[in-house]
């Protein structure tokens, strides 16, 4: 679409149709965090880890990343795009890790989510996941030997 006229500004536009999620199943809904390009999708990153706790649980969305992760494993050495689904798996944890650090606090069940990814991450070889998770779960047992969440709500919201 080019404008011969004398002082356009020669801008271009193309319709992009963009994929708006409206309802779906907690597995679909987990499912469609990785976007139909194989990559992580920021905007339904955001939106399903703000909202998720409505509809289910933190440990029922961390299994099914895991298993989504490891059905792909006898793909990855014969398809590229199972590797880079898990890479977008992969980023999908370290982000949830980073911004909602409380969903894996569960000193009830003694941070079995966090020792879940620590040994999801010895298994898949992956450092950098089980490097934030070990440094997580530390610094929960720290929390949990000072008296649990009570005075460490500064630790969450750090403006």
């Not at 059905?71 to 880079?84: D, G, I, N, P, Y």
């Not at 000193?107 to 440094?135: I, V």
Request: one cysteine or more; proline letters at 3%.
């Amino acid at each position: 679409m080019h404008c011969p006229c004398p002082g356009s500004d020669h801008l271009q536009w193309e319709s992009v149709k963009e994929r708006v999620i409206k309802a779906g199943t907690v597995e679909k809904l987990v499912e469609c965090l990785v976007g139909s390009d194989g990559t992580m999708d920021s905007r339904h990153f955001n939106v399903f880890f703000a909202t998720y706790r409505a509809f289910t649980d933190p440990t029922s969305v961390l299994d099914r990343l895991l298993r989504r992760y490891e059905s792909l494993e006898k793909e990855v050495h014969s398809s590229t795009s199972a590797l880079v689904i898990q890479n977008s798996i992969r980023s999908i944890l370290i982000c949830w890790l980073d911004m909602y650090p409380e969903d894996f606090y569960d000193p009830e069940c003694d941070f079995a989510m966090l020792t879940n990814l620590l040994e999801f991450g010895q298994r898949s070889k992956l450092s950098d996941l089980r490097a934030k998770s070990r440094k997580l779960l530390e610094r929960f047992k720290h929390i949990q030997e000072e008296g649990g969440m009570t005075g460490y709500y500064h630790f969450f919201f750090v403006f």
